[in-house]
């Protein structure tokens, strides 16, 4: 039997992590918010869920290997991942977990419309650069690699400890599986962003752009000596 919970990381998301942990808990009675050292006051006082707090902001990346610690320390199955500042729609979340319980050993990532209104331009060109290399790194094809609205069967996650810190996390977690013969599958929701002015964003465009260039390029040299190799092996033994 498969079992649910949700994880949602947060930093500085005081104007919107409660109102969308409210909204989970409409469909999925198990959360964890994992606060990622927030100093704006952030509190969920009342809701029901469970709160991991890190001494000091460690990265989305750590906080999202906390959150898997937990899911899997209370015996769940899969997680489902969202993001904290309201882009995702919690509504959304029993159209992927009806593609994850088709295929519960596939990851389940829940593809925006790039197109949509206030998408910042930005996200869409990183967005098509990320796809790019995870092609080029997995021989899988995946419309919105950097979505943090996933399920993840934590069964398939792979390699938690060589995971980075921060934004890039993400790509890696699904190219470490790729590796693995774990499959990707994409499945539409909606997504909404707050008009420029009212956004909380963290990323860091010339730092996080250049570590993540870092990272496509270290992960290209594990495809040839590892990622490939293995798929290869995979498919040999049948």
């Known amino acids: 039997m498969y079992r649910y919970c949700a994880i949602i990381p947060t930093y500085n998301n005081a104007?919107?992590?409660a109102h969308v942990a409210e909204r989970v808990l409409a469909v999925c009675p198990d959360v964890f918010v994992v606060d990622d050292g927030s100093t704006d006051g952030t509190s969920l006082d009342g809701l029901s869920v469970t709160v991991i707090r890190h001494d000091c902001n460690r990265g989305k990346g750590c906080a999202l290997k906390t959150g898997f610690k937990?899911?899997?320390?209370?015996g769940f199955t899969h997680a489902i991942t969202i993001d904290a500042d309201g882009q995702h729609f919690p509504e959304d979340i029993p159209v992927l977990m009806s593609a994850s319980e088709e295929n519960p050993m596939d990851f389940i990532i829940g593809m925006r419309n790039l197109t949509s209104e206030n998408m910042p331009r930005r996200n869409t060109f990183a967005n098509r650069f990320s796809n790019f290399w995870f092609r080029l790194q997995t021989a899988q094809e995946l419309e919105d690699t950097q979505s943090g609205f996933r399920i993840y069967p934590l069964q398939?996650?792979?390699w938690l400890g060589l995971v980075t810190s921060r934004y890039e996390s993400e790509l890696e977690l699904m190219v470490f599986a790729a590796w693995h013969g774990v499959r990707m599958k994409g499945v539409p929701v909606r997504v909404w962003y707050a008009p420029e002015g009212e956004?909380?964003?963290?990323f860091r465009p010339f730092r996080d752009f250049f570590r993540i260039s870092v990272l496509n390029t270290v992960l290209c040299i594990g495809a040839l000596t590892v990622g490939l190799p293995l798929a290869l092996w995979r498919r040999i033994k049948g």
Not at 70 to 74: D, F, L, M, P
Request: charged share 15%.
């Open 70 to 74: 937990a899911a899997r320390a209370a």
């Open 15 to 17: 104007g919107t992590v």
């Open 199 to 202: 956004r909380v964003s963290h």
């Open 156 to 158: 398939g996650l792979h």
